[in-house]
């Protein structure tokens, strides 16, 4: 199960994140840009970062950081942060294992849960670089946990 979030721009990820761990010490939760904010591709990028862990095949030393690099299809740290990383002022979305205090949304300023009909349609498509064509015969959701598993596989 995955929990996913919108929540108002946060300054600080680190600290953020640092709130999240003290809450729910053993949940593993990653904030991203809120155009990523699609739970069902959070929780199948989420997959492949644990399966990548358990078979010794993880490019990040933490799973959250491989989390990152799942969900973007790279096997480097470095641009799985850039690529994920909320423009200042930008709403985040936050995904995280263990469902959050009501007390913790409302220090993280979460405006509401997100389902997967939450999806940037026009942002993953293109971040993806999925065509329109697949995408009249495919699902977006699909065709983008499709890339993250062959990405995973190289």
């Known amino acids: 199960m995955i ?6 721009p946060v300054a600080d990820v680190a600290a953020a994140l640092e709130s999240i761990r003290k809450s729910c010490p053993q949940a593993l939760a990653i904030v991203v840009r809120k155009s990523f904010g699609c739970s069902k591709l959070l929780y199948f990028s989420l997959f492949l970062s644990l399966k990548s862990f358990q078979m010794g095949k993880a490019a990040a030393k933490t799973p959250e950081l491989e989390w990152l690099c799942r969900l973007v299809c790279t096997h480097n740290v470095s641009s799985a942060l850039k690529a ?8 985040v979305a936050i995904a995280s294992t263990v469902a959050f205090p009501v007390t913790l949304q409302k220090e993280l300023g979460v405006v509401r849960k997100v389902s997967c ?13 999925l065509s329109k064509q697949a995408l009249s015969k495919y699902n977006l959701c699909d ?4 890339k993250m598993a062959v990405e995973a596989a190289r």
């Open 3 to 8: 929990y996913v979030y919108y929540a108002k």
């Open 84 to 91: 994920t990383a909320p423009a200042s002022g930008e709403e």
């Open 117 to 129: 009909k939450d999806c940037d349609r026009d942002f993953l498509s293109s971040f993806y670089g």
């Open 143 to 146: 065709l983008s946990m499709e």
